[in-house]
């Protein structure tokens, strides 16, 4: 039976022909199938070196002008991982301690060339076993890494949350307080529409706060009816103070686009992740290209269209000038923690959390990059169909007379909140509406009031984060009581620590910050079911 032969790729670091041929010798006959490079001084090593594909440097320990230890310096400053034999005509202990140390994986003596092929193979084992352990070693590292910037961002999440929660309640102090001052002013005057700017500025700044909690855990998308290109204009300012002054921006917004449905301050998010990736691709100075059209659905897009029942899409571009993509890590640049960018620079979310938007808004993503010349994202985006556009209708102020015929009621409803503001503006906005009103600062009062006036209270509405009692341990001790009450929690925070089936058994669950409308709407239509 004939013996397998083994490939290797040497490069020989040899003056002496004579030698280079012996050890060729010992090799073949020792059933390797050698292929080799002859580098007989030092030019010679460093030209080898440009394009080094070897398995193995076997090097003379002392050339006239290079040494084997200086071989192996200079593979190491090179970054060129390789096993290194040094063979030398004479030498003793020492030198071959001295050899091991610095790096070679073996010492051998040109008069025991005998079995100089079983110690090749044998430095071959060591060298994989190491590198293996290397591998090992960096992939902890790695893993170590990762897990240090999961625990930072979840660090920053529960910061962020705190803030969520603080600045929505502002926010819905402001935009119901604006909602109820619009009552007592006639439309049409300029305080109406400064208080309508206030509204519509605080409704924005809700959309700082979602940013905020996209980075630590998942947030309800409210899906609206979005012109894309209102969106975009609406953000050129924010972005154009994110990049440089060097950097132009330029927009090619198609007309009569259709619109989409999306969750605005989610996809305002992958408008400013897009942004920030040119910047610092670009470097300071370039152009940032935002560039939208509707495209039918084609051949090529079938098998990624994830939506049979779509025929439509709208397509944002996001073009830059910078320095391009290795063809090598585009598919890598979508992976949670994956980043091209310097350590320290970026998280390696950017592109991942913009994957996970764009997916679940039902679209995808395209790129294209050369190096050196820019990188170019295609998102496509659903069209809404014209029957569902049909039944939709924007989110609107309502004056206060046409939201007292929607939405009044004689009803008793229990305001639960610990924010002093948020409890006044309820009761304030309902009382209004024709409803009596109960309050309560924290859970464990709402409970008391709650008993005292079982048969009157037709709802409860409870914030979710208080002292003493949660909105959720309110809703289930209520329950207890009273199995048919009717309830709405509050919240400006994420609900997914909450247990799912509780959450199913109340009425509504309502975001903060809402305007008058929503709430009021809200409350009518769970009073009347």
């Not at 202990?93 to 110690?119: C, H, M, P, T, W």
Request: aromatic content about 6%.
């Amino acid at each position: 039976m004939q013996e397998t032969l083994k490939k290797i790729n040497v490069l020989f670091v040899e003056d002496n022909p004579d030698d280079v041929e012996l050890e060729l010798y010992e090799l073949r006959k020792g059933s390797f199938d050698v292929s080799q490079q002859v580098a007989r001084n030092r030019d010679e090593f460093l030209a080898a070196l440009e394009n080094l594909d070897v398995d193995i440097v076997i090097a003379d320990y002392s050339l006239p002008d290079l040494t084997g230890i200086e071989a192996i310096h200079i593979l190491r400053e090179r970054n060129i991982a390789v096993p290194v034999i040094l063979i030398t005509g004479m030498g003793n202990e020492q030198v071959a301690v001295d050899s091991l140390r610095e790096g070679a994986i073996d010492y051998i003596l040109k008069k025991n060339i005998a079995g100089f092929a079983a110690r090749v193979d044998r430095a071959l084992d060591i060298w994989a076993d190491r590198q293996t352990i290397v591998t090992m070693e960096a992939e902890k590292e790695k893993l170590q890494q990762q897990l240090f910037q999961s625990q930072k961002m979840e660090s920053v999440g529960r910061l962020a949350g705190g803030i969520a929660h603080d600045f929505n309640n502002l926010l819905t102090g402001i935009m119901g307080y604006a909602s109820l001052s619009l009552k007592a002013i006639p439309e049409g005057t300029q305080v109406s529409k400064n208080i309508h700017t206030i509204i519509e500025v605080s409704k924005r700044a809700s959309h700082l706060v979602k940013q905020l909690l996209l980075f630590s855990r998942k947030i309800p998308l409210e899906f609206k009816i979005v012109d894309v290109n209102n969106l975009i204009r609406e953000n050129v300012g924010f972005i154009s103070r994110m990049v440089e002054e060097t950097v132009e921006i330029k927009l090619d917004l198609q007309d009569d686009l259709p619109m989409v449905k999306s969750d605005v301050g989610q996809f305002t998010q992958v408008l400013m992740n897009f942004a920030v990736n040119a910047r610092d691709a670009m470097e300071g100075s370039g152009t940032l290209e935002f560039k939208t059209e509707a495209v039918p659905v084609s051949d090529e897009m079938i098998s990624k269209n994830p939506s049979p029942d779509v025929k439509e899409y709208v397509v944002i571009t996001v073009t830059d000038t910078g320095c391009g993509i290795d063809e090598e890590n585009l598919p890598k640049i979508f992976d949670p923690f994956y980043s091209t960018k310097e350590v320290g620079k970026g998280t390696g979310l950017g592109l991942s959390i913009v994957y996970s938007i764009v997916t679940g808004h039902g679209g995808w993503i395209d790129v294209e990059s050369t190096k050196g010349k820019g990188t170019s994202f295609k998102v496509y985006i659903p069209v809404i169909s014209e029957e569902a556009l049909a039944g939709t209708s924007p989110e609107s102020v309502v004056s206060g007379e046409g939201l007292r015929r929607l939405v009044s009621g004689k009803e008793t409803i229990l305001i639960v909140e610990d924010e002093e503001v948020l409890r006044s503006f309820s009761s304030q906005m309902l009382t209004d509406l024709g409803y009596n009103v109960l309050l309560a600062s924290d859970g464990e009062e709402a409970l008391v009031i709650f008993q005292e006036n079982l048969e009157m209270i037709d709802l409860v509405v409870s914030d979710m984060i208080m002292p003493k009692k949660s909105g959720i341990e309110l809703f289930n001790d209520l329950k207890k009581i009273k199995p048919a009450v009717k309830f709405i929690l509050v919240t400006g925070y994420c609900l997914e620590e909450a247990e799912g089936h509780i959450l199913r058994n109340m009425e509504a669950i309502l975001m903060k910050p809402y305007t008058t409308e929503k709430i009021a709407a809200l409350i009518r239509r769970t009073l009347d079911t």
